[in-house]
């Protein structure tokens, strides 16, 4: 199990940000926006990746700056547990609807790295996914890396989702019983506006015990 419990000191600026769904130039901006320095705390709430055109790019620009020692700090969520369905044996059905119907997913990126004609008749899935593997273990191990849930100071709980989604989604090792919530809970996942449909708005809101702060990008009108 992944989780964290972190000691910030107040005096320093702490950001959240979810579901960036490999929007590598819209993350930048906002980091510049708010000015991110290398004495901030920056918590991504999951979802990294799917959904976007950068995927691979995303990765490795946070790990660039990992890896120059910002503090940076990262949930999985379920769209980044995607990666884990790209291991033999995989189901074939289940990667078509990935990479032919969703689109904008890690694994076409992957495919197209290695110049791999996934769209003809009679494209092995298998024997393909264990070369993705190979060439691709690194960004297979940074995911599995991220955290499952981090809490601040004993008094703030970060997650992707909430309870009941981490258990119908089914992404998490952690055994969502033994998740204590806390004096405040946040996450990401679903997007605000799904919550009050004939309300077009990204701003955070209360719902079912956690502070929801998806605003929605590539999911809903002006995400």
């Keep these: ?8 000191n107040s005096n320093n600026n702490i950001y959240l940000i979810s579901d960036i769904h490999a929007n590598l130039n819209l993350f930048k901006t906002i980091l510049k926006d708010i000015n991110f320095s290398i004495k901030d705390y920056l918590f991504i709430l999951g979802d990294v990746i799917e959904k976007g055109d950068n995927n691979i790019e ?3 620009y946070l790990k660039n700056l990992l890896n120059s020692n910002y503090k940076i700090y990262i949930i999985k969520g379920n769209c980044d547990n995607v990666i884990n369905e790209f291991k033999e044996p995989v189901d074939a059905n289940k990667l078509y609807y990935y990479s032919q119907v969703l689109g904008h997913t890690i694994l076409n ?16 899935i298998n024997r393909n996914i264990s070369l993705i593997y190979q060439n691709f273990k690194e960004y297979f191990d940074f995911i599995n890396s991220f955290y499952e ?3 601040i100071n004993n008094k703030v709980l970060l997650m992707h989702s909430t309870l009941e989604e981490a258990r119908k989604k089914a ?50 009108a002006f995400g």
């Design 58 to 60: 995303i990765l490795d």
């Design 149 to 151: 849930t981090i809490t």
């Design 109 to 124: 990126e992957f495919y197209n790295k290695l110049n791999l004609d996934y769209v003809s008749e009679g494209f092995d």
């Design 1 to 8: 199990m992944n989780n964290l419990n972190l000691t910030i």
């Design 171 to 220: 992404y998490l090792k952690t055994n969502i019983d033994d998740i204590k919530l806390r004096d405040l809970n946040i996450c990401g996942h679903m997007p605000v506006q799904m919550y009050n449909k004939n309300k077009i708005s990204s701003k955070p809101l209360i719902y079912d015990n956690f502070l929801h702060i998806d605003a929605g990008n590539h999911v809903v």
